[in-house]
């Protein structure tokens, strides 16, 4: 199951469950749901689909268990009324329920989000091979927060910065936590995935060029979050991939191109910490919330190193199969 945020010609932002190349409306369709189904009343209908099913993806996530068996109600209702030859295309109320890609736009996954971004750096072996550098001990990675203001979503511009000269990408896994937690033992760490969705990270790499061990380490060092929390330098999405459809976030293969052009690819496989040791390895100190992104580092080879170098123009793909294909292009600020 796959879901996404996106916005109607209202304007409104909305909820939707990805299906064949079409968007169902989630909100809509449960309250179609309650009426067909449960025999409920337009008005009530209405009423709780609205509580239960918001137009909002934090709401939603923040909804927890209760949420999550809603929604794989919702998917296999409206997986049903598709196969229809009559399938209904609005609500009792009038909302629509399906829609063309092509027919409206498509949001971060969380646009609402208002927590922490959590992004893992060195957690691949292709940044020693690559990029020579000293990795962090074993079962432990690098890790800095960004603003959430940073992310944009797919089709959003990514701005040049005034500040770098040059630019690098890449595409990584990211894991929307789904339930409050603090020190969470590995073994349970997946129970707190609300879902996976597709990062592509950037860094103004010429702030940090010289940051490395010993005497090189500043001042270069300071201005390391400062060439990662650029305004639009951390694009989400398109789709979440539910981890109820998506059991092993560790056997993903993943590519980037710029202008078609693969400049990257690669497999979570090869991480260094799974996403079940990352939430064990953030809670330690601090609590998870629903609706958190982590960004679990760059993927990479040694022939398809994990960052590639972008100019304004290029157009840039993040794809990570069973999730789908991110694509923004970077264009100069005004």
């Known amino acids: 199951m796959r879901i996404a945020s996106f916005r109607n010609h209202s304007g409104e932002t909305r909820t939707a469950v990805c299906l064949d190349g079409q968007l169902l409306d989630m909100g809509a369709a449960f309250e179609r749901f309650l009426v067909e189904r449960q025999g409920c009343d337009s008005v009530t209908a209405l009423r709780i689909a609205e509580e239960r099913m918001p137009g909002s993806m934090l709401?939603?996530?923040?909804?927890?268990?209760?949420?999550?068996?809603?929604?794989?109600?919702?998917?296999?209702?409206?997986?049903?009324?598709?196969?229809?030859?009559a399938a209904p295309s609005f609500s009792p109320s009038g909302r629509r329920i399906k829609y063309a890609l092509e027919e409206v736009t498509l949001t971060a996954p969380v646009p609402q989000l208002h927590g922490c971004v959590f992004n893992m750096e060195y957690n691949y072996d292709s940044y020693r091979t690559v990029h020579d550098t000293v990795p962090p001990d074993d079962g432990k990675t690098a890790m800095f927060i960004m603003n959430p203001e940073t992310i944009v979503g797919p089709g959003d511009d990514i701005l040049w910065p005034n500040t770098a000269t040059e630019v690098t990408s890449a595409v990584e896994l990211g894991v929307i936590i789904g339930k409050e937690g603090k020190r969470i033992p590995r073994e349970q760490a997946l129970d707190y995935v609300f879902g996976y969705t597709i990062v592509n990270d950037l860094t103004g790499m010429s702030l940090v060029r010289g940051i490395g061990p010993g005497t090189r380490c500043f001042p270069?060092?300071?201005?390391?979050?400062?060439?990662?929390?650029?305004?639009?330098?951390?694009?989400?999405?398109?789709?979440?991939?539910?981890?109820?459809?998506?059991?092993?976030?560790?056997?993903?293969?993943?590519?980037?191109?710029?202008?078609?052009?693969?400049?990257?690819?690669?497999?979570?496989?090869?991480?260094?910490?799974?996403?079940?040791?990352?939430?064990?390895?953030?809670?330690?100190?601090?609590?998870?919330?629903?609706?958190?992104?982590?960004?679990?580092?760059?993927?990479g080879t040694a022939e398809f190193p994990p960052e590639a170098p972008v100019v304004v123009g290029d157009?840039?793909?993040?794809?990570?199969?069973?999730?789908?294909?991110?694509?923004?292009?970077?264009?100069?600020q005004r």
Do not use: H
Not at 59 to 85: C, H, K, M, Q, T
Not at 242 to 249: E, T, V, Y
Not at 285 to 298: F, W
């Open 315 to 332: 157009v840039v793909e993040a794809e990570i199969e069973q999730i789908g294909v991110l694509r923004n292009q970077v264009v100069a």
């Open 220 to 299: 270069k060092g300071f201005y390391f979050s400062r060439s990662m929390a650029m305004d639009t330098f951390e694009a989400a999405g398109p789709y979440v991939a539910m981890k109820d459809g998506l059991p092993d976030p560790q056997q993903l293969r993943a590519e980037l191109r710029v202008n078609g052009a693969v400049v990257s690819m690669g497999n979570t496989a090869d991480m260094r910490c799974s996403v079940a040791r990352l939430i064990e390895f953030l809670s330690e100190d601090i609590t998870l919330k629903p609706g958190d992104l982590v960004s679990t580092g760059a993927i």
């Open 59 to 85: 709401a939603l996530i923040r909804r927890g268990v209760e949420g999550s068996a809603d929604l794989r109600v919702i998917d296999e209702y409206v997986r049903a009324i598709a196969e229809e030859p």
